[in-house]
C-alpha cells in the first residue's frame, strides 16, 4: 500500500497501525478538541518530526471529505487521517531513506526527476525564501512538494482532497461537453453585468469616509472588471467551455495581485465580488452546481 492510500482511514484501522508501529508513531494521541467538543486536527508524529500526521474527528471529516475508507463507528468521534507530512529538515543528514515515499520519489530529487515519477507537470508554483512549492492534484488526494534554493525535495505533503474539490476535478474534465450550454446569444446580458458590479457601491462608501478605498485602488478593480467582460464574451462567441472557465482563474489573480497593492478587499468587498462574478460565470450557459464558488480555487481575498 502506497502511503497516499493510509489517507481516510480511520486511526484504529489496521493500515494506519501497521504505518504507526513501522515509523514509530505514538497510538495514542492526545486529543484535540474544537469549541463543539469535537476531535478536530489531531497531530500524531514521531519523535524526529520527520513524519507529522494530522487526524480529525468522524463529526468534523465525514461533511468535509465524505465517508472514512472502512470499519468505523459512527456512534464515537473517531479520528480520520487527512494530511500527511514528510520533512527531511530534522532527519539525520537530512536523509529519510527508511521512509517509502509516494511515487518512488526521494529526498534531493529534482524537479525534472519529480514531473517523471509522478506522471504529472509540477503546477501551482510559490517561492519563499526557503525554496519554492508546487501542489499537484489526483483523484483523491493533492501533493505538495518543496525544492529547497537548490531545486531539489526535502519535504512533502499528502492532503485528502474536499468533497469541494472533487467536483471541481469533475466540472474541469467534463468542459468540453459544455461547450453546447455556451450560447452567443447571451452576450448581451453578459455585458449588462458591467452596470452591476460592486464599484458604484465602493465609491459610495469612499464619499462617506471609508479610507479603506482611494480612486486609483477602485479604478484598478474596475479596469479589471471591465477587461474580463470584454475576454468572458469573446469566449461565449467562440462556445469554448473550457476557455470561459479559466478566464475566471485570471481575473482572480488580478484581483489578488491589485488587493496585495492596495488592500481594498475585505469580507463585505469579497462577497460583493464573488456573488458577481459566480453570477456572470453562469451566465454564459455554462452549468455549476448551486454550491460552486468558482473563484475560490485561485482567490486569495
Known sequence: MEIQDLLGRPIHSPEIKEFFAQYHL???????????????????NNEEKTIRCLFTGYVRYAPAYGEPIGNYNKE??????????IDSENAP???????????????GDDKTTIEQKIG?????????????????LFQEFSLLVALNPKEQLDRLMLFKLELYEKKRIRLKALLKSQNKNIDPDRIPEIQAFLSETPITQWRKRMDQGDDMFSEESITA???ALTEYVQTLCEAVQKKNATTVY???GKLVKKLNKINDKY???ETMEREELCEWMNAIIRKTG???EDNVDITDEYREW
Not at 26 to 44: C, I, K, R, T
Not at 76 to 85: E, M, N, S, V
Not at 120 to 136: F, I, M, N, Q
Open 120 to 136: 504529472k507537470k509540477l503546477t501551482r508554483k510559490e517561492v519563499s525564501d526557503y525554496g519554492s512549492t508546487y501542489d499537484v
Open 263 to 265: 488592500g481594498l478587499i
Open 221 to 223: 478593480v474596475e479596469t
Open 26 to 44: 505514538p497510538q495514542n494521541p492526545n486529543p484535540e478538541y474544537d469549541a463543539y467538543g469535537n476531535l478536530f486536527w489531531v497531530p500524531v
Open 246 to 248: 479559466n478566464s475566471m
Open 93 to 107: 543528514d537530512g536523509k529519510i531513506s527508511d521512509i517509502n515515499l509516494p511515487f518512488g520519489l526521494n529526498i
Open 286 to 288: 455554462l452549468e455549476l
Open 76 to 85: 464515537k468521534d473517531q479520528l480520520i487521517l487527512h494530511q500527511i507530512t
